[in-house]
């Protein structure tokens, strides 16, 4: 947890789709305190008549190359996703040349009731899953 899930348009090689997906990694690891192996990613690809990304009138240049993705997370303050966004857009930039106008990033917020990670149990809530993640959860003002 997070589960990210990324869309892009069709022809990205499995080495840029890596890099992509690791870089993503890195930024949550570093601005979210993601564990490592926290590590939930799934890439879907289009057809370019499929993919329709506008600019919302902000005057965007989308290319071939833009980005979608939502992050479905436990709450995060306004300052961690506001950081978020920064630094994925710069390690993204660095890593994988994505031009910052080609990322289009949406987080959905939920909590540790929402998530189960198997064996029918909520993992949070049971404090199956302890340490790192149980000082993060519903206790937060966010």
């Not at 961690?80 to 994925?88: C, G, P, S």
């Not at 390690?91 to 939920?110: A, E, T, W």
Request: hydrophobic share 40%.
């Amino acid at each position: 947890m997070p589960l990210l899930r990324f869309d892009l348009l069709e022809g990205r090689s499995a080495t840029e789709v890596k890099a992509l997906l690791d870089a993503v990694h890195e930024v949550l690891v570093e601005v979210f305190g993601v564990p490592l192996r926290d590590r939930y990613q799934i890439v879907h690809q289009h057809k370019t008549e499929h993919f329709l990304v506008q600019d919302t009138g902000l005057g965007l240049d989308r290319s071939k190359n833009v980005v979608v993705l939502q992050v479905v997370t436990r709450p995060r303050s306004k300052d961690q996703k506001l950081a978020f966004y920064r630094q994925l857009c710069h390690q993204l930039k660095m890593k994988c040349g994505l031009n910052p106008q080609d990322l289009i990033v949406s987080l959905v917020q939920n909590t540790d009731e929402d998530w189960s990670f198997g064996l029918g149990e909520a993992q949070f809530v049971t404090g199956a899953l302890g340490g790192d993640h149980s000082s993060r959860g519903t206790k937060s003002s966010v």
